[in-house]
């Protein structure tokens, strides 16, 4: 066995993509709301469904909206 070679067979690359939904919380204090990212979603490959990752929890009120990401937020 030679030394210095890498024998382990590598896993099938997986193509990575953008997400399909973005995470928000959206909290209000009187009449102004402010919008915190804190996750995204992506499709699965059979279409039946989405995977969320939640970066951060809301430990207040509000709610998360999901939204679909602008240009911008994809950079």
């Not at 973005?22 to 804190?38: D, L, P, Q, T, Y």
């Not at 969320?52 to 240009?71: S, Y």
């Amino acid at each position: 066995m030679a030394y210095g070679k890498n024998n382990a067979k590598k896993a099938p690359q997986h193509e990575i993509k953008p997400p399909a939904l973005i995470a928000w919380h959206v909290s209000e204090r009187g009449e102004k709301k402010f919008w915190n990212r804190i996750g995204a979603a992506w499709e699965h490959e059979d279409g039946e469904g989405l995977t969320l990752q939640l970066d951060l929890l809301p430990v207040t009120g509000g709610r998360i909206v999901l939204r679909k990401p602008k240009e911008d937020d994809q950079a």
